[in-house]
Each structure stands twice: as C-alpha cells, then as structure tokens.
T-cell receptor, first 117, second 110 residues
C-alpha cells in the first residue's frame, strides 16, 4: 500500500540551529502533503499544507518564516525548522492523501521527535 | 468553522466489555469522517471511514447527521485495542486537510 517515509525519526539539535525533516511518498505521487505537530497524548495540530510546485498554505498562528516548507517534487516534501528553540520541541508528522479524494484515506509518516536543547 | 470534539481523554474498560468512543463534529457542509488509531510507538493508521460503512477489527461507526456524531463502537473490547483513537473530519470530495479531535486513550484491562 501507499507509504510515506519520514526521516529522521528523531533529532536533537542545539538552540539556534536549523533542522530539516523529509517526507517521501513511496509508490504514489503526493501532490499534497500535510504537516502536523503533536504534543504528548494530545491531538495533531495542522501546521501547513504543501502543494507540489507552489507555496505552502500555513494555518493561523504558524510562523511561515520559522517553519519552511518545500514541495519541489511529487514524492518529496520537507519541513525545515529554522533557528530552533526549546519550545519547538515536539513530534512532527507528515501526511498525504492516497487518492484524488479524501475518502480514499490519508497515509501518515512515522513522525519525527525533535528535541531542542 | 470545522471542529471535532472527543469529550473523553481516557476511557478504561475491562476485556470483553463494550466500548464506545464519542466523537461530535461541527461543519456546515457534507463532511467525510474518519477514525484513526495510533498504537504505542507506531504511526497513525486509518481504522474506519464513514463512507465505506465497514467494520474493522470489530469496530463500527455510524454517521449521525442529526446529532453530528460519529461514535466508534465495539461490542467486546480486547486488550490489543488499547491505543489512542482520533476522530477526524475532512471536507468531502476535495482531498482536503484532516481536522483531528483531541484523541481518546482507550485502555483495556485484563
């Protein structure tokens, strides 16, 4: 079935540095990728929607200059956390619809645990 | 605005007992509703979608448009059902973003 491969699964970085998270769609083309943030035992909060070849759409309250999203190809979307701070520590998850309509379902990456020290 | 509410943060039942995880939504159009499950240390995975009216792992969910609910039910809970369950909503037929509820942790005790 459709799989989204997300890397790295965990990363520790120093405050002020940048971290890039990659999500690749395997065996299907992801024209859209959704990026979520999840706090422990809490819901997934949608951060932004990336579309191949165009600018990402950010949800209200999400800083687009801090969370840079690039979707340069049909199989790769990246999220870069720039100038990371401890409050950016979280679990980041990507997701892509596996068909042209929402009712085909969405497949999720395995998530990236970011810890900023 | 679209919103999904799961009123219970934690639901604890004994093995063999019936279980119902509540989900209510608000959306002015015709939504697509889903249940996703996240087992310990695993990625989120699709459990059910209302449009297919299926039963997966003994779970069913019926969309009640009058009550704007999509509760997840299972007549006899198993220990392996212990996980986080998320109800989610998407705008119909547009491949749109998923809006998640807060999640309910189901704990099935032996």
């Amino acid at each position: 079935g459709a799989v989204v491969s997300q890397h790295p699964s965990w990363v520790i970085c120093k405050s002020g540095t940048s971290v890039k998270i990659e999500c690749r769609s395997l065996d299907f083309q992801a024209t859209t990728m959704f990026w979520y943030r999840q706090f422990p035992k809490q819901s997934l909060m949608l951060m932004a929607t990336s579309n191949e070849g165009s600018k990402a759409t950010y949800e209200q309250g999400v800083e687009k200059d801090k969370f840079l999203i690039n979707h340069a190809s049909l199989t790769l979307s990246t999220l870069t956390v720039t100038s990371a701070h401890p409050e950016d520590s979280s679990f980041y998850i990507c997701s892509a619809p596996t068909g042209p309509w929402a009712n085909y379902g969405y497949t999720f990456g395995s998530g990236t645990r970011l810890t900023v020290v | 605005a679209q919103r999904v509410t799961q009123p219970e943060k934690l639901l604890s039942v004994f093995k063999g007992a019936p279980v119902e995880l509540k989900c209510n939504y608000s959306y002015s159009g015709s939504p697509e509703l889903f249940w996703y499950v996240q087992y310990s240390r695993q990625r989120l995975q699709l459990l059910l979608r209302h449009i297919s009216r299926e039963s997966i792992k003994g779970f069913t969910a019926d969309l009640n448009k009058g009550e704007t609910s999509f509760h997840l039910k299972k007549p006899f809970a198993q220990e392996e059902d212990s996980a986080m369950y998320y109800c989610a909503l998407s705008r119909g037929n547009q491949g749109g973003k998923l809006i998640f509820g807060q999640g309910t942790e189901l704990s099935v005790k032996p």
